[in-house]
């Protein structure tokens, strides 16, 4: 069994969908859960303390350990706070669990900078504040497991979202370079691409007739979530520097692979037309490799010219 006795784990936006049903399962096997939430709307407005107090009563009613942060991750104070407050409270930080969100939908057209900054800001930057004051902590001890919660809207793409996708793709590549940086000091970075019905889902579908009747709506329990990212919250987890898709019961890696391409001869100075004619070689995408790092494929260019890098 993946126990997480004598560990403690940060949960980020887990007063309601799927960061409670995080901190429930970690707690119930051992973890000493900080339960953050700011317990304000899906749009990022206002705020309700007792959001993630009834959590923390929850898991303690059931035998768990836990402490609730009001904390929001929008800031450096903010993040601070929040690893100030397991280890405060329970000596050391174990994994973080990255989830904390707002969400909205506007067209690319109508987004406002401050649309944009919003959601950065919370996502992004959140996912910074927090983690950089982790991180820290979990060298120290010279372990540490980093479960950005990511989204397919940001890997795919997902219409009205631009603002969205883009701070969640942003912390695939914040996870990426987390994994690189904290191999040496046994800290690991993996992200999650959920599909969940829960709230998020419930206020941008709106029409409860709609809900009742979709059967996919129906299988994305948030449950079948669950399972993936407790595991790469534990010690059992060896992976790091990876990407998984976790809907309705099927778990995937999702990757970023890099084709053959076309190598040409820089003595003969490309042009335009010469991409224009090779289009199908640059554009191929198999067979593929996933580079481990930037220097990864900078090693193969090289090769493939034959020279030293």
């Not at 007792?50 to 929850?58: Q, R």
């Not at 919370?122 to 120290?140: C, E, I, N, T």
């Not at 997902?158 to 996708?165: D, G, S, T, V, W």
């Not at 669950?226 to 898709?245: D, G, K, M, Q, W």
């Amino acid at each position: 069994m993946i126990d997480f006795t004598d560990q403690v784990v940060v949960v980020t936006g887990a007063g309601r969908g799927l960061g409670r049903l995080y901190a429930l399962e970690l707690a119930r096997r051992g973890a000493s859960v900080v339960v953050n939430d700011l317990g304000g709307s899906m749009g990022g407005d206002g705020a309700d303390s007792s959001i993630a107090d009834l959590v923390v009563d929850e898991i303690t009613a059931a035998g768990g350990v836990a402490v609730a942060s009001h904390d929001s991750v929008d800031s450096p104070a903010g993040g601070e706070a929040i690893v100030a407050t397991a280890v405060e409270r329970f000596g050391r930080l174990d994994a973080v669990i990255s989830n904390a969100g707002i969400f909205n939908s506007i067209a690319f057209e109508d987004i406002s900078a401050d649309d944009w900054r919003r959601m950065l800001r919370v996502h992004l930057d959140g996912g910074f504040y927090l983690s950089q004051p982790a991180y820290r902590v979990m060298k120290k001890q010279n372990y540490g497991r980093f479960v950005f919660i990511s989204s397919s809207a940001g890997m795919f793409g997902q219409p009205l979202e631009a603002h969205y996708a883009a701070a969640k793709c942003g912390l695939i590549g914040l996870s990426n370079v987390i994994a690189i940086e904290g191999a040496p000091h046994g800290i690991l970075a993996n992200t999650v691409l959920p599909f969940g019905f829960s709230r998020m889902v419930s206020e941008t579908v709106g029409d409860p007739e709609v809900v009742a009747e979709a059967s996919f709506l129906k299988a994305i329990q948030p449950e079948l979530v669950v399972p993936i990212v407790t595991f790469l919250a534990s010690r059992a987890c060896e992976s790091t520097h990876h990407n998984y898709s976790a809907c309705a019961g099927r778990f995937a890696r999702v990757f970023a692979g890099l084709g053959p391409g076309w190598l040409a001869d820089p003595a003969t100075g490309p042009t335009a037309e010469d991409i224009a004619a090779h289009l199908a070689a640059v554009s191929a995408t198999e067979p593929f490799r996933v580079p481990a790092s930037i220097f990864d494929e900078v090693f193969g260019v090289c090769e493939q010219l034959g020279i030293t890098a």
